[in-house]
């Protein structure tokens, strides 16, 4: 058998680009991060909702406030008329009593809606900035994965590039005949050297013959395993 360890090398090369390129394939996906990603966008919509509610009630009581202070007005107005002798009968007398009455109930339950509305807002605000703590962390935590993944792809991108000079180096020093061989069977087969570990082919896993194994050792021939039709690499020991 010729030497072959150069081609098995060259091989070897071929292996690590295909490796590399998945691996930077798989990185591109961001697989990793979807995850996270998704987290934080469920989180910031959330975050809105409760933001819109707590927007919502701070209107409202503003427009409750404002019902206090008019109810408040016509209060005073119907005191002023009370006491600065407008009113002349009775009956006029009882209206106003009765419609400043109504009014200052009016008035407490108004009040006692708005006090409802100031501790639904200091609930919401706690709940709001704990989720806005943990969302940051989050962004946080994103940014820097990502950050890591795009040098990671760097790392890959320059590792893929350096292979094609060492390949060419390998080629160069191959002899033509058993490279164009190998170049044929490439069209069958990614590995089309299969290295012979205990008298079996590793690219099928199947045991070799007395024969090939003797040819391998012995001859200056190329040698195929007789099963899947690979070229046959036999490393001489020591
Ligand atoms: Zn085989």
Not at 14 to 21: M, Q
Not at 28 to 54: M, S, V
Not at 64 to 87: F, H, P, T, W
């Amino acid at each position: 058998m010729p030497d072959l360890k150069l081609l098995w090398e060259i091989q070897a090369l071929d292996d690590r680009k295909r490796d590399l390129e998945n691996k930077l394939e798989r990185a591109r996906e961001e697989e990793e991060l979807k995850p996270l990603k998704a987290d934080i966008e469920e989180g910031g919509a959330l975050f809105n909702q409760i933001k819109k509610e707590y927007n919502d009630i701070k209107k409202n009581q503003k427009a409750k406030e404002m019902d206090v202070k008019c109810a408040n007005e016509q209060v005073k107005n119907l005191e002023k008329r009370l006491y600065d002798g407008s009113i002349t009968n009775v009956k006029e007398m009882n209206a106003n009593s009765k419609e400043l009455e109504s009014l200052k109930n009016t008035i407490r339950e108004t009040e006692d809606n708005i006090l409802v509305f100031m501790e639904k807002q200091d609930e919401l605000r706690a709940i709001l900035e704990k989720m806005s703590i943990r969302l940051n962390n989050k962004a946080d935590e994103y940014r820097s994965k990502h950050r890591a993944l795009l040098a990671e792809q760097d790392k890959i991108r320059q590792l893929i590039a350096q292979i094609p000079l060492s390949r060419e180096k390998l080629v160069e020093k191959l002899d033509g005949e058993t490279w164009q061989r190998y170049e044929d069977m490439k069209e069958r087969f990614n590995d089309p050297l299969a290295r012979v570990e205990k008298a079996t082919c590793m690219g099928c896993r199947m045991g070799i013959t007395f024969n090939e194994l003797r040819m391998l050792k012995h001859s200056d021939d190329l040698v195929y395993c007789s099963n899947c039709g690979r070229m046959l690499y036999w490393e001489k020991q020591g």
